[in-house]
């Protein structure tokens, strides 16, 4: 403006300089121009100097401008007149021109007029692209909207969803949360989150009813109550809409596709496994109602089958082999064998099919994979104490058309591959559905070993195999343990001095006391074996070895308590005191007649020799006879002589003139000879009993009276026999000092005489 200005004034003297200098003669000036001397004429400046002179020439809002001898008015920037021209020299007021009506701002912008202008201002929400709060040139500068929620990834928080509005952004919850504020939306994170909605508050609600509601962050399922099964199927499901919880003892296969009945087991299983109280009534009752039907259906669908087809079918729950004949022929074999991986069944047609006639019979064979795992041991119904049972091999139902299956002719052979290696006593069981248990009524073992158990049973349902696990604690088995070694030990000290004393007291010698020798060493060598190598079942061969040399040693004891009662016999009955039996024949029957039975036994069936738990006769088989048998027989001949000595005896007795001492002491002998019997005889019972029950109690009594029989036979022989007391103290006396053998003597004498006369009533 300032370089304006003087330009202008420049121009203007240099204007009047040629004034000046033109109208130098002039007499008088025109319009316009007025004189400043006689000679001088310059431009008159009609807008003055000020903007009031300019105002008060042209009217308001106007710029006056000056020209050589004249001026003109225009209106100011942003102004025009009301005529609307531009030049203008009367005085005419200009008013402001409102730019907005022509909309210079562009979308999304107000226009605002101003005083000589206008400014744009961007709408609500929206900013500037040069970031200028106003603006008026639309081409250089458009309003847009600011995208927070891709500008700021971060902008609701977690668990929500960012949606962009116009000039703002509104933040959404995902499924499963809620705003901390209430509302639909939100969109402060600071003030506002999102929480995990807790849909379980109301659980009936959600989930319906017989079902539990477990919320999760973002989520929550709902799962059926133990005794309840989805009627869907699935384990678990979020929508009451989809399905309800279903009492399982009401649920039944759809059709009797094995499909179906496949997803009938998956959820019964599914459903059992989740039930805590096993061995509740209701527990056993749903496993029941499960067999049942699993039957009934799988023999509906085995009713499909054209004649001899047989259908396999498998899944990670079930195995089913099923096999139908049709049109009343029975095939030529007459038998069936339906095998799924680990169990078979053969059967017979007749049985399949029954007595009737037919248009289709049936068998049908499942096995449950994971059936045994639900129904453990503690459903058997025997309630056995000291035993716990368990299940080693799958479930098993088999299944026929023939409905009267309760007492069969032929009965039906399974076969079980054992789960586990099985060292107790194995039962062949099945579920008695009314008892609603296992049970042994009409199941036997037919044969069992390590990997597989075969049973034969007279009427059909589902089976199993149980192992009876020996719950022998290990506190009681260490003391077992204890007690046996000790015991043996002691048997063995007194076994020992026994013999010695038979060997070397000469005052005794006799038959009897030769028997007694022989007895004693097979004794003596049978527990000495005993101990060292019962339980040595590492190696088979030695194992077998040794239980063959126990067989051996054990009949040999009871060979040569025969061989006693005989010389009893022969005393007693036959010549009173006379002749006794040849050694040269008690030897050869003494050692000969066991080697004999083990010969017979080891040629016989040489697997019979040690199992897998004691180096002894296999029980299971029953090979245990190749010893019980012979020592039955002889406790019978045994107690046959004993009877007839004791009449005999007693007879005697009663004559007229009885040699009393003569007969007191073959009294002794009898009544020895019978306690001995009796000892020997029981051990054996007892022993019997606890290798086939495995009960605690006799665990201990074998133990016990096993290990003591060396004890009672050196009491028995030695103690309770005056010369032999006598020969103990004749040896005392002279192994100890002089001077105290007055005092043994004494001591001896009294003791004698109370052991005399316990054994004149006693005995
Ligand atoms: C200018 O002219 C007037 C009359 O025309 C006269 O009176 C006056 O003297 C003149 N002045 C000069 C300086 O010439
Ligand atoms: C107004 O007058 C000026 C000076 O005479 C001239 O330059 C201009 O063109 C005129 N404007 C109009 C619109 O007549
Ligand atoms: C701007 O206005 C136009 C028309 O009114 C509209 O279609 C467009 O979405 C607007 N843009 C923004 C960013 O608001
Ligand atoms: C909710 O937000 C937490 C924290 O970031 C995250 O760990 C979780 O996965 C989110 N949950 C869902 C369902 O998006
Ligand atoms: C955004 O939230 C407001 C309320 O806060 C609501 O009126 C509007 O409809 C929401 N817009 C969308 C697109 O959801
Ligand atoms: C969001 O909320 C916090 C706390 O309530 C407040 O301090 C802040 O100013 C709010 N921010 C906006 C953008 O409203
Ligand atoms: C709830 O569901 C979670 C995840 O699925 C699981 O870990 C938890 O054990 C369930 N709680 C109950 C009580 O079922
Ligand atoms: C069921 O078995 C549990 C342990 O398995 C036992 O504590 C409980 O007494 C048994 N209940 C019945 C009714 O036998
Ligand atoms: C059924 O058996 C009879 C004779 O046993 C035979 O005549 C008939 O053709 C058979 N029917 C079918 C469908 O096999
Ligand atoms: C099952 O085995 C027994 C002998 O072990 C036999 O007598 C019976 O016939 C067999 N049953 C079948 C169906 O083969
Ligand atoms: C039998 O085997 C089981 C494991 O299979 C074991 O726990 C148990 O002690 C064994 N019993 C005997 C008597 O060896
Ligand atoms: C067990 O018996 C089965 C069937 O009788 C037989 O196939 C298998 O070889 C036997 N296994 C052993 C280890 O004796």
């Not at 022509?102 to 961007?122: I, R």
């Not at 900013?127 to 500068?141: A, C, I, L, N």
């Not at 639909?184 to 079902?211: I, M, R, Y």
């Not at 999760?216 to 989805?230: K, L």
Request: proline share 1%.
């Amino acid at each position: 403006m300032e370089t304006r200005h003087s330009f202008q004034c420049l121009v203007a003297i240099c204007f009047h300089s040629v004034i000046i200098l033109s109208i130098t003669e002039a007499k008088q000036c025109g319009n316009g121009f007025y004189r400043v001397s006689n000679r001088t004429c310059i431009d008159d400046n009609e807008c003055g100097d000020t903007q009031s002179i300019s105002n008060a020439r042209c009217g308001a809002n106007t710029e006056c401008h000056n020209t050589f001898g004249s001026f003109y008015c225009t209106c100011r920037k942003g102004y025009i007149t009301q005529a609307g021209n531009a030049n203008f020299t009367t005085m005419t007021n200009c008013h402001d021109i409102n730019e907005c009506e022509t909309n210079p701002c562009g979308l999304n912008a107000t226009c605002t007029n101003k005083f000589g202008g206008f400014e744009c201002t961007c709408d609500d929400g929206l900013v500037s692209t040069t970031g200028e709060r106003t603006f008026t040139d639309k081409t250089k500068t458009q309003c847009r909207d600011i995208n927070e929620c891709s500008d700021q990834p971060d902008a609701c928080g977690h668990n929500a969803s960012c949606e962009n509005t116009r000039g703002s952004f509104n933040c959404t919850c995902h499924r499963g949360f809620v705003a901390t504020n209430g509302r639909h939306t939100f969109n402060n994170k600071t003030a506002t989150q999102c929480k995990d909605d807790n849909e379980c508050l109301d659980a009936v609600k959600v989930c319906g009813p017989h079902s539990s509601c477990n919320n999760t962050v973002g989520s929550f399922s709902c799962t059926c109550d133990e005794g309840f099964v989805s009627a869907n199927g699935e384990p678990s499901y979020t929508s009451k809409s989809e399905t309800h919880c279903q009492d399982l003892a009401s649920v039944v296969p759809k059709t009797s596709s094995l499909e179906d009945i496949n997803l009938f087991a998956d959820r019964s299983f599914a459903s059992l496994s989740k039930i805590q109280n096993r061995n509740s009534t209701e527990y056993h009752m749903l496993i029941s109602n499960f067999l049942e039907l699993m039957e009934k259906y799988t023999i509906q669908a085995a009713r499909n089958l054209q004649h001899k087809e047989l259908k396999h079918f498998t899944t990670s729950d079930l195995e089913v082999v099923i096999q139908a004949i049709r049109n009343n022929t029975i095939p030529k074999d007459g038998r069936v064998k339906l095998a799924t991986a680990k169990n078979s069944m053969v059967i017979g047609w007749n049985t399949v099919a029954g007595k009737e006639s037919f248009d289709v019979a049936a068998a049908a064979l499942i096995s449950y994979k994971q059936l045994d795992s639900i129904m453990g041991a503690s459903l058997s119904d025997d309630g056995s104490k000291e035993t716990e049972l368990d299940l080693i091999s799958e479930v098993v139902t088999a299944a026929v058309t023939n409905t009267d299956t309760e007492s069969l002719d032929e009965p039906v052979n399974l076969t079980f591959e054992n789960n586990k290696y099985h060292n107790g006593t194995v039962k062949c069981v099945y579920w008695d559905s009314l008892a609603n248990a296992w049970s042994v009524r009409g199941c036997k073992v037919d044969s069992t070993n390590r990997t597989y158990t075969m049973c034969s049973c007279t009427h059909l349902s589902s089976f199993a195999v149980l192992m009876a696990l020996h719950k022998i604690k290990e506190s009681d088995s260490y003391k077992l343990h204890v007690i046996t070694t000790v015991g043996i030990t002691l048997s063995l000290i007194c076994l020992f001095v026994s013999i010695l004393t038979f060997i070397l007291c000469r005052s005794i010698k006799s038959v009897r006391t030769t028997i007694h020798t022989h007895l004693c060493v097979s004794l003596f060598l049978a527990e000495l074996l005993f101990l060292i190598g019962i339980s040595r079942t590492a190696n088979k061969t030695g194992c077998a070895l040794i239980a063959g040399f126990l067989h051996y040693l054990f009949l040999a004891c009871f060979a040569w308590m025969l061989l006693e009662g005989v010389q009893l016999y022969l005393m007693v009955v036959k010549v009173f005191n006379a002749k006794s039996l040849r050694s040269k024949y008690m030897l050869l029957f003494g050692y000969g007649f066991p080697l004999v039975v083990v010969g017979i036994a080891a040629v016989a069936y040489s697997r019979g020799y040690g199992t897998d738990k004691y180096c002894w006769l296999d029980l299971n088989s029953g090979f245990v006879w190749a010893f019980l048998a012979p020592v039955c027989i002889i406790i019978l001949v045994n107690a046959g002589f004993f009877i007839i000595t004791v009449w005999r005896l007693v007879d005697k007795f009663s004559s007229l003139n009885p040699d009393m001492n003569e007969l007191k002491k073959i009294r002794a002998f009898t009544f020895t000879a019978i306690a001995q019997l009796c000892l020997l005889g029981c051990t054996w019972v007892f022993g019997m009993l606890h290798f086939q029950e495995g009960t605690i109690a006799m665990a201990y009594i074998f133990t016990i009276v096993n290990s003591l029989q060396g004890a009672f036979i050196f009491i028995l022989h030695c103690l309770f026999n005056k010369q032999v007391r006598d020969e103990y103290i004749k040896f005392f006396i002279s192994v100890c000092h002089m001077k105290k053998a007055s005092k043994y003597s004494e001591f001896s004498t009294s003791s004698t005489q109370g052991l005399k006369s316990t054994r004149e009533t006693g005995m």
